[in-house]
C-alpha cells in the first residue's frame, strides 16, 4: 500500500490507496467507491438514498433496517483485507483496520458495559479517531462508579415517592438502561426506546427485560421511565413529583441535570487508545476535531484534523 489518501467527505471518510477507494459512513450520495463500510447505525453515519452493499456487522444492519435504511451485506471473506473489530459505543459498533495498517475506530467506548465489551485496540501505523470529547474538560470517571452513582440515584427517589425519568438516546444507552434496570417492578420505557428494544430482542438482547410501555392513562407511581432525548412527556399529569435524569456526556458540569454517562470514550479514554494503537500519524474527525487534533500535536503526535 504505497499510495493512501483520506480525507473527509461530507459526513464520511474516503481512503483511497493503489488497491481500492474506501468509504466510510455517512458519505454524499455522489461518491463512488469499491468497498463500503458503515461502523454502527446511529444516523449520523448512515449514507442514504442508496441501495449498496456494505461491509458491516448484522447486528447493525439490523438495526439501520428499523431506522429505514436498507443494505446489502458485503461477503467479509472476500476481503480478508478489513478487520472488524468491536469499539463498544453501541450493538454492533464495529471499527475497520485495513490492510493491517489503516485503524478507523468509528464511534468508541473503552469500557464493558452490560453486554457490550470495549475497544481494545489494535496497532497500527495510521489512526483515524472520533474526537466528539476531545476537549480536556470532558472527562467522565471510570463507567462503573457513575453506574453505582445512578443507581443510587435512583432507588433513593423512587422509595422517597418521586418519580424518575431518565432521558438518554433512544438507540445504544437506553437498552443498556433497559437491562440494568430489568428487576425493577415498576419500570417503563418510552414507545420509541421500546421499538429499538424490539430490535434487540430480535438480535438475542434483552431477552429477560420486563417493562411497560408508556400510557400516560395508566400508569402506577412513583414509577421509574426510560425514555429517548427528544421524546416529550407531560410530567404536570402525573401526581407525584417527578425528577429527570439527563444521561450525556454533555452533562460534564452540569451535574444537577444528570450524570456524564455516555457511548463514546471522554478526552482520557481517546488518549488510551492512542497509546495502545502507537500510530505514525493520526487523523482526528468529529466533534472537537480540531481542538483534539491540536492537544495531540502538544504531546508530540503527528496529528491532524480531517
Known amino acids: 500500500m504505497s499510495y493512501i489518501n483520506i480525507r473527509k467527505v461530507g459526513n464520511g471518510i474516503v481512503i483511497d490507496t493503489n488497491k481500492y477507494r474506501y468509504a466510510l459512513d455517512k458519505v454524499p450520495k455522489n461518491v463512488s467507491a469499491d468497498i463500503y ?41 472476500r476481503h480478508k483485507d478489513i478487520e472488524m473489530i468491536e469499539n463498544g459505543h453501541i450493538l454492533g459498533s464495529r471499527a475497520f483496520l485495513i490492510d493491517g495498517k489503516i485503524l478507523y475506530t468509528g464511534d468508541l467506548n473503552i469500557f464493558d458495559r452490560e453486554f ?31 453506574i453505582e452513582k445512578l443507581i443510587q440515584t435512583v432507588y433513593k427517589s423512587v422509595i422517597n415517592g418521586t418519580n424518575v425519568i431518565l432521558e438518554a438516546y433512544p438507540l445504544g444507552k437506553t437498552q443498556l438502561l433497559t437491562n440494568l434496570f430489568r428487576n425493577y417492578n415498576n419500570l417503563y420505557v418510552s414507545k420509541a426506546v421500546h421499538k429499538y428494544n424490539e430490535s434487540y430482542r430480535k438480535l438475542g438482547y434483552l431477552t429477560n427485560c420486563k417493562y411497560n410501555i408508556l400510557n400516560k392513562s395508566d400508569i402506577t407511581e412513583p414509577f421509574l ?28 458540569g452540569k451535574e444537577d441535570k444528570g450524570l456524564p454517562l455516555s457511548d463514546h470514550a471522554d478526552f482520557l479514554g481517546l488518549l488510551r487508545v492512542i497509546d495502545k494503537v502507537n500510530p505514525r500519524k493520526i487523523y482526528t474527525i468529529f466533534g472537537y476535531s480540531a481542538t483534539f487534533a491540536k492537544e495531540l500535536q502538544r504531546l508530540g503526535y503527528d496529528a491532524e484534523s480531517l
Open 37 to 77: 463500510m458503515i461502523s454502527h447505525a446511529h444516523t449520523d453515519h448512515l449514507p442514504s438514498g442508496r441501495n449498496i452493499q456494505v461491509l458491516s456487522s448484522k447486528e447493525t444492519l439490523e438495526l439501520a433496517r428499523t431506522r429505514g435504511y436498507t443494505y446489502n451485506a458485503l461477503d467479509q471473506d
Open 116 to 146: 457490550l465489551r470495549g475497544f481494545k485496540p489494535p496497532q497500527a501505523d495510521i489512526l483515524i479517531i472520533e474526537a466528539t470529547y476531545g476537549k480536556r474538560r470532558y472527562i467522565f470517571g471510570e463507567y462503573n462508579r457513575l
Open 225 to 252: 421511565l426510560i425514555k429517548g432525548t427528544n421524546s416529550r412527556v407531560d410530567t404536570s399529569k402525573f401526581n407525584l413529583n417527578t425528577r429527570i435524569i439527563r444521561l450525556t456526556g454533555w452533562m460534564v
